[in-house]
Each structure stands twice: as structure tokens, then as C-alpha cells.
């Protein structure tokens, strides 16, 4: 066999010699409020002149994204001996093809690692705090100065994973999307949503002001607001004079004539889930990020003669799924995790369907 010269090995490139993986190591980073403003105002001094005029500090602004570029550098320096450094916006994470194998860094805040958890698979995230002194950050557990020790961990697999719990809507047209903190179903405008509900053998039409979806992530954000209000309505002197006197006892018969036809059709139609109430008030206490469950409930819901205000509160969990009809000629629209920008549209004739996700997501601890 004829063979040609032995040619001499390539060096390797000193950085690729120290790697310690040739997989992706993805970084997440976000605008600050300074380059929001800039994109608004086309000018840093534009965007001074805006936000002194209404008394506000703008060196607060400056000295923000002064250290969150600085985080970002000090984060990217960090990483690149490790593997190999991609970086991308907030504003790809959406369209962005994770590999199986990549890492995920997040340079929060919270919302941030929210929104890119829903777009990962089985990758490992690590949510890092740019700046501490700024931000609490629950979800983000790390400074961009553990990075150095945090990676070599997760790549020889000894650092912790906390599993998180997915939510998952999907309507009847085939589109999708998934929530990790929480789904809102209802009107762009937040004004009245008309729909039908269905929760097991309950079914009930509604006018209200949406409906909220929460993970166990979620739990301790907009769902903790709404049953807190709930519960200081409850609660307070104004209801128990209103449904103790003025509601019940001053001649409002045709009120009272409308509340036992509901009261009627729930103790028939909605057996089930008002016999189920209790236990679900009980597992608000197992409520973890990693529940097989999650909580819907309804947001200011409006009886009337020909809509109900029973089925407001509830759990969902694979054998029990939430199916909404949609009754809204437009403007219907589902959004997760506060990101308006990124919805479905909820039209009439729509149905979507709520429960939990196939995958979770894998928080670095």
C-alpha cells in the first residue's frame, strides 16, 4: 500500500489544551434598563434628560449597567478557559437550538432564568447575581466568581439539580407554550374575558378578569397576590356586612334567587371539586418547585344570569387537566411568566388545555 509522508501534529491552540469540555457554554445576558432607554431615546443623553426631568436619579441608571457589562466580561473570562463561549440576548433565547450537552448561565435577574428555562430541555442552568448588593435573586444562587469552580463541578457531574415543574398549555390548532412560573389566560386589555371552564365533571361559564396558572416555581409571585387579596376581601368588615345584611337580608330577592340556582347547580354539577377543596388547601403546603400538580385560580370573577362563579380555585394534575373554551371575539391571548410579547392568541372557538409539561427543568444548587 503506498503510503505518503508522515506529516507533523497540528499544535493545538494553548486555550483548547485547558478545556475541560469542547461542548457549548451558553450565556444568557439581558439589555439593562440604560440600553432600554437608549433604544427609546436613540441617545444616552436623550435618555438622561427624560428621567432627570421626572426627578429621578440618573446615576443609578449608569452605575447598573456599569456593573452588569462588567459581570457579563468577568463571566465571560471565566468561562472561556472551560468550553467553548457562546453568548446570546435575551431576545434569542426563544428561537435559539440548545445542544443536548450545553451548559446554561444565566446573568439574571429572576425573570430572566424564568424565561429561559422554558426553552431548555435537560440542560443544566446556573443562575448567577450580577450584582447581590442590587438584587435578591432566588433563582440565582451563584456570583459570576463561583463560576470557576461551579462549571468544573456540573461538567463531572457532581453538583446538586433541582427539578422544576412545567407548566404546558396547548390548544386545539397545535400551538403550544410553556410557563415555569405561571400562564395567564384571558383579555390583551386585562378587561372582562368571556370563556367556558371545565375542571373534571365541573363545567361553568365565566366573565372574569382572566385566569392564572401556577407552578409550584410561581407559587410565591402572582398566584401568592391574588389568594392573598382574596383571602383580605374575605376577610375584611365591608364582606361580612355585605353578605351578612345588606346582600342577604334587604330585599334583594332576585339576588338571592340567582345565588341558590348556583348553589343548586354546584352542590349537582360540581360535587367533585367542592368535595376536593380541602384537599387541595392542604397540598398549598407541599407546593414545591417540583410538584406533580398546579394550581389555577380566577381573578376577579363576575356572577350573573348567565355566568358563574364557582369553579375559581382548583388543581391540576395529570389525570385532572383545566380546559378553557374561548369566548372572546379578540383579544384572547395566553402569555407566560409575565412576557406579553411572547403569546398565543385565545380567539372564539379556541380550546386550550393546561397541565404539566413534559420535561422539567434542571436548576444548578
Keep these: 500500500m503506498r503510503r505518503g509522508k508522515a506529516s507533523k501534529p497540528i499544535a493545538s491552540h494553548p486555550v483548547a489544551e485547558e478545556r475541560m469540555t469542547e461542548n457549548k457554554l451558553i450565556l444568557v445576558k439581558r439589555r439593562t434598563r440604560l440600553e432600554e432607554l437608549v433604544v427609546r431615546y436613540n441617545t444616552v443623553q436623550q435618555a438622561q434628560f427624560y428621567i432627570e426631568r421626572l426627578g429621578a436619579d440618573f446615576s443609578d441608571y449608569l452605575e447598573e ?111 403550544y407554550l410553556y410557563g415555569v412560573n405561571d400562564l395567564f389566560i384571558g383579555r390583551k386589555t386585562h378587561v372582562s374575558a368571556r370563556y367556558e371552564v371545565r375542571l373534571g365533571s365541573s363545567v361553568e361559564q365565566q366573565s372574569s378578569s382572566g385566569v392564572i396558572v401556577s407552578t409550584g416555581m410561581g407559587s410565591t409571585g402572582w398566584f401568592k397576590s391574588v389568594l392573598t387579596g382574596a383571602a383580605g376581601v374575605v376577610g375584611s368588615e365591608a364582606w361580612q356586612l355585605i ?97 406579553e410579547q411572547d403569546f398565543l392568541e385565545f380567539n372564539s372557538g379556541v380550546e386550550a388545555t393546561i397541565g404539566l409539561a413534559e420535561k422539567r427543568g434542571r436548576l444548578v444548587v
Design 243 to 339: 353578605h351578612g345584611q345588606s346582600a342577604w337580608k334587604q330585599g334583594e330577592n332576585h339576588f338571592n334567587a340567582d345565588a341558590n340556582i348556583q348553589r343548586e347547580r354546584q352542590s349537582e354539577t360540581n360535587r367533585p371539586a367542592a368535595t376536593s377543596a380541602q384537599g387541595d388547601m392542604n397540598d398549598l403546603n407541599q407546593f414545591s418547585w417540583n410538584a406533580p400538580f398546579l394550581y389555577f385560580t380566577v381573578r376577579e370573577p363576575f356572577p350573573s344570569r348567565t355566568t358563574g362563579a364557582n369553579l375559581v380555585f382548583g388543581q391540576i394534575h395529570p389525570k385532572q387537566p383545566l380546559r378553557i373554551v374561548s369566548q372572546m371575539p379578540e383579544d384572547g391571548v395566553i402569555f407566560s411568566d409575565g412576557v
Design 65 to 175: 449597567d456599569r456593573r452588569y457589562h462588567h459581570a457579563v466580561q468577568q463571566a465571560q473570562q471565566q468561562l472561556s478557559p472551560l468550553g467553548r463561549v457562546q453568548t446570546i440576548d435575551r431576545e434569542h433565547v426563544p428561537n435559539f437550538i440548545f445542544g443536548a450537552q450545553d451548559i446554561v448561565v444565566v446573568i439574571g435577574q429572576d425573570g430572566l432564568v424564568a424565561n429561559t428555562l422554558k426553552y431548555v430541555t435537560e440542560q443544566p442552568l446556573i443562575g448567577v447575581n450580577p450584582d447581590p448588593m442590587r438584587w435578591d435573586g432566588v433563582l440565582l444562587p451563584f456570583t459570576v466568581e463561583d463560576l470557576s469552580f461551579i462549571i468544573p463541578d456540573v461538567i463531572r457531574k457532581r453538583r446538586s439539580l433541582k427539578e422544576v415543574t412545567l407548566a404546558k398549555v396547548e390548544l386545539n390548532d397545535g400551538q
